[in-house]
């Protein structure tokens, strides 16, 4: 079931799954899907903290239909751009038929 957002706000993201094996990702994307797209502000930032890698730059939040596979470390890219985020977290909001993931991404200042 695709999930609905406000003009503006829907993506398409590439996801690649980190290989912590290999410690590297794949060449081409494993899931493209539209998902909602908002930059966190400075308050939900802070509560966020640094997480993966101090020197976090910018910070998103991607809700995702619950039935996506991401992942803490996969790669993201967004509208097919150049800009790499990382996803930080994850986590699952909502109830039912309500049900998604919520996964915060950021670009890396060691990136």
């Known amino acids: ?4 957002f406000r003009r503006g706000n ?3 993201v590439q996801i690649f799954h980190y290989n912590s094996t290999t410690g590297t990702y794949p060449g081409t994307a494993e899931i ?8 966190l502000d400075r308050h939900a930032s802070a509560l966020e903290g640094s997480g993966a890698g101090s020197g976090s730059l910018s910070k998103y939040d991607l809700i995702l239909d619950y039935g996506v596979d ?9 509208n097919a751009e150049t800009t790499i985020y990382k996803v930080m977290r994850i986590f ?3 109830s039912g038929r309500n049900r998604q993931q919520r996964a915060t991404i950021a670009t ?3 990136d």
């Open 1 to 4: 079931m695709a999930r609905r």
């Open 10 to 12: 829907a993506v398409k």
């Open 32 to 39: 493209t899907t539209m998902c909602g797209y908002f930059q």
């Open 70 to 78: 991401v992942r803490l470390n996969d790669k993201v890219l967004i």
């Open 92 to 94: 699952e909001a909502g």
């Open 108 to 110: 890396d200042a060691q």
